[in-house]
């Protein structure tokens, strides 16, 4: 069986044009598509004012019409009329029985997004992260966001962080506006406020049932909390919320509450661990119940001896999580991590994102873990070391016996190495910056979809245009060998895409859902510093949908 994929993009207007890339989805096909190629442009979106670094969020259905929806947001936007700098800003592109129409957001002659949100205050950042699903149990997706540097109550923590819930309803219309700050629409549903100054709540979010009672639960990472009683600078925190019954219902959850905050807090090890920089949840260990899995990309590896080298966790779910409440993975003594993964070596920065899915076929979901970098250390090395901060995305399959192995190693000093290694091509690539997954190739097996937003386009001849790749999954995957993009030491890419113009950074965030309603799923991508058209709006973003057909 074969599949089509047409590209749309949208440099220099509005117009559609249509590029038809074919993969197989049998056997590896090399294929490229280099955005910079359409001779007509076409996309989804141009980010509004200069600096707001459009990026694709999510998808959903969020007004319960049946028909996918995107969530795209703007962390350093500006809010209404642009005078809460930035505050942050989200938007919903609703699905439609033709497709999503093409839009800029800054013309106010074409056509505008759906649904708007704002942030509440200057410097909040709200849009920074995002879930979605049906957090309330009504068959409608929903929509949490993150905004790490939001100040708490009364803006006396300051970078507390706060998380918001605004439910999906078919009532969500057209035009709608919400607002955190309540001045120019309704606010949030729910508001979750961190519990401290720093904390950086809403660095990341996650839905999963985790105590397997039939309701959704929300995970939340801070990873600049300081631990237990304070004493440990950024080592971070996850905590989980369960859905039953407060997430169900509208309120206020502040996480400084005892009582009423968390119903589970995990604590990092070590100060500078950050964990909670990106968490996940899924069943990795196939009990039908879902795991947590968070991060600590700067955390330093077995006895604290690869700096930076980064530790991703997994915490089974089952019945009785939760109790106790509370977990410190630096008490030796208590109940830690169920898995923990070290990273390879110093400044790989292990997890510093994650996807959990079916890449081997088996019918049990896997781990994906990418080393590609943080503001704090540049990533993993390529093989041998030789590609400086190329980046190197890692799966460790799903098992009934996962829950038994306890640590895995990706140096292999201390544990077993990950089941599949794939290498960036370059140095300073970032290969792994976002991970998803999905079903792209016309199988019942998830591809990996990877972006490397440093990467520089066709012939290394434009910096930082960004690359995204697509890898089919199934068992030919692990048969013992790396992949590798470059295809120096490994098969590469099924399918890559080349960003369009020089420091686009496509390839920032990535997902994949079926959003022009042809019944083929189809790749999300956003470019935040992306210039707008004729290059007018500065770092203003973009996001664009490569349609299978």
Same mark, same amino acid.
């Given at each position: 069986?074969?599949?089509?994929? &047409?590209?749309?993009?949208?440099? @220099?207007?509005?117009? &559609?044009?249509?590029?038809?890339?074919?993969?197989?989805?049998?056997?590896?096909?090399?294929?490229?598509?280099?955005?910079?190629?359409?001779?007509?442009?076409?996309?989804?979106?141009?980010?509004?004012?200069?600096?707001?670094?459009?990026?694709?969020?999510?998808?959903?259905?969020?007004?319960?019409?049946?028909?996918?929806? %995107?969530?795209?947001?703007?962390?350093?936007?500006?809010?209404?009329?642009?005078?809460?700098?930035?505050?942050?800003?989200?938007?919903?592109?609703?699905?439609?029985?033709?497709?999503?129409?093409?839009?800029?957001?800054?013309?106010?002659?074409?056509?505008?997004?759906?649904?708007?949100?704002?942030?509440?205050?200057?410097?909040?950042?709200?849009?920074?992260?995002?879930?979605?699903?049906? %957090?309330?149990?009504?068959?409608?997706?929903?929509?949490?966001?993150?905004?790490?540097? @939001?100040?708490?109550?009364?803006?006396?923590?300051?970078?507390?962080?706060?998380?918001?819930?605004?439910?999906?309803?078919?009532?969500?219309?057209?035009?709608? &506006?919400?607002?955190? +700050?309540?001045?120019?629409?309704?606010?949030?549903?729910? &508001? %979750?406020?961190?519990? /401290?100054?720093?904390?950086?709540?809403?660095?990341?979010?996650?839905?999963?049932?985790?105590?397997?009672?039939?309701?959704?639960?929300?995970?939340?990472?801070?990873?600049?909390?300081?631990? *237990?009683?304070?004493?440990? +600078?950024?080592?971070?925190?996850?905590?989980?919320?369960?859905?039953? *019954?407060?997430?169900?219902?509208?309120?206020?959850?502040?996480?400084?509450?005892?009582?009423?905050?968390?119903?589970?807090?995990?604590?990092?090890? /070590?100060?500078?661990?950050?964990?909670?920089?990106?968490?996940?949840?899924?069943?990795?260990?196939?009990?039908?119940?879902?795991?947590?899995?968070?991060?600590?990309?700067?955390?330093?590896? *077995?006895?604290?001896?690869?700096?930076?080298?980064?530790?991703?966790?997994?915490?089974?779910?089952?019945?009785?999580?939760?109790?106790?409440?509370?977990?410190?993975?630096?008490?030796?003594?208590?109940?830690?991590? /169920?898995?923990? %993964?070290?990273?390879?070596?110093?400044?790989?920065?292990?997890?510093?994102?994650?996807?959990?899915?079916?890449?081997?076929?088996?019918?049990?979901?896997?781990?994906?873990? @990418?080393?590609?970098?943080?503001?704090?250390?540049?990533?993993?090395?390529?093989?041998?070391?030789?590609?400086?901060? +190329?980046?190197?995305?890692?799966?460790?399959?799903?098992?009934?016996?996962?829950?038994?192995?306890?640590?895995?190693?990706?140096?292999?000093?201390?544990?077993?190495?990950?089941?599949?290694?794939?290498?960036?091509?370059?140095?300073?690539?970032?290969?792994?910056?976002?991970?998803?997954?999905?079903?792209?190739?016309?199988?019942?097996?998830?591809?990996?979809?990877?972006?490397?937003?440093?990467?520089?386009?066709?012939?290394?001849?434009?910096?930082?245009?960004?690359?995204?790749?697509?890898?089919?999954?199934?068992?030919?995957?692990?048969?013992?060998?790396?992949?590798?993009?470059?295809?120096?030491?490994? *098969?590469?890419?099924?399918?890559?895409?080349?960003?369009?113009?020089?420091?686009?950074?496509?390839?920032?965030?990535?997902?994949?859902?079926?959003?022009?309603?042809?019944?083929?799923?189809?790749?999300?991508?956003?470019?935040?510093?992306?210039?707008?058209? /004729?290059?007018?709006?500065?770092?203003?973003?973009?996001?664009?949908?490569?349609?299978?057909?």
């Amino acid at each position: 069986m074969k599949s089509h994929f &047409t590209c749309q993009r949208t440099i @220099a207007g509005l117009a &559609t044009m249509l590029l038809m890339a074919t993969l197989a989805s049998s056997q590896r096909f090399p294929g490229i598509i280099d955005v910079a190629d359409i001779s007509g442009p076409s996309l989804v979106a141009f980010g509004e004012s200069p600096g707001d670094q459009l990026r694709v969020l999510g998808t959903g259905d969020f007004n319960g019409d049946g028909l996918n929806d %995107i969530l795209l947001g703007t962390p350093s936007g500006d809010g209404p009329d642009n005078q809460r700098i930035n505050a942050g800003n989200a938007y919903i592109l609703f699905g439609t029985p033709n497709g999503i129409p093409p839009r800029d957001f800054g013309d106010p002659d074409e056509l505008r997004p759906d649904v708007v949100f704002f942030g509440a205050e200057t410097e909040d950042s709200m849009g920074t992260s995002a879930a979605t699903g049906d %957090i309330n149990g009504d068959g409608i997706d929903d929509i949490i966001i993150g905004a790490p540097n @939001a100040d708490g109550p009364g803006n006396a923590r300051e970078n507390a962080g706060e998380v918001y819930i605004f439910f999906g309803s078919r009532d969500l219309v057209v035009g709608t &506006t919400r607002d955190v +700050a309540g001045a120019f629409g309704e606010g949030p549903d729910i &508001t %979750i406020l961190g519990e /401290d100054r720093n904390d950086g709540l809403g660095a990341s979010e996650a839905l999963g049932d985790v105590n397997h009672d039939g309701s959704v639960d929300l995970i939340i990472g801070a990873p600049g909390t300081f631990g *237990p009683n304070n004493t440990r +600078a950024a080592a971070g925190t996850v905590y989980v919320i369960f859905g039953e *019954p407060r997430l169900r219902t509208g309120g206020l959850i502040d996480l400084r509450d005892p009582v009423a905050g968390a119903d589970m807090l995990i604590h990092g090890t /070590d100060p500078g661990d950050r964990i909670g920089f990106a968490v996940k949840a899924g069943d990795l260990n196939d009990d039908r119940v879902d795991d947590i899995v968070f991060s600590a990309p700067t955390a330093d590896g *077995p006895a604290n001896l690869r700096q930076d080298a980064g530790e991703v966790y997994v915490l089974f779910g089952h019945t009785n999580l939760g109790n106790p409440p509370m977990r410190d993975l630096a008490d030796v003594f208590g109940p830690g991590a /169920d898995l923990t %993964i070290y990273g390879q070596d110093s400044r790989d920065t292990l997890g510093a994102s994650l996807a959990i899915g079916d890449v081997s076929g088996d019918q049990v979901k896997d781990l994906v873990v @990418a080393a590609a970098g943080t503001s704090v250390a540049g990533g993993a090395d390529g093989p041998g070391n030789a590609r400086l901060n +190329a980046g190197e995305v890692t799966v460790i399959l799903g098992s009934q016996t996962l829950r038994f192995e306890g640590t895995r190693d990706i140096a292999a000093q201390v544990g077993r190495p990950a089941d599949l290694t794939i290498f960036g091509a370059d140095a300073g690539d970032q290969f792994g910056f976002s991970l998803t997954l999905g079903k792209l190739s016309g199988d019942d097996i998830d591809d990996l979809v990877i972006g490397a937003p440093g990467a520089d386009g066709a012939g290394n001849q434009r910096m930082n245009a960004g690359e995204v790749y697509v890898i089919f999954g199934g068992v030919r995957l692990f048969d013992g060998l790396p992949r590798d993009i470059a295809e120096q030491v490994g *098969p590469g890419a099924d399918l890559t895409l080349l960003g369009p113009v020089i420091g686009a950074n496509f390839g920032t965030t990535v997902a994949v859902a079926e959003v022009d309603n042809d019944q083929f799923p189809d790749l999300l991508i956003g470019a935040p510093f992306v210039n707008g058209p /004729d290059n007018l709006r500065p770092t203003s973003g973009a996001a664009f949908v490569i349609s299978e057909k």
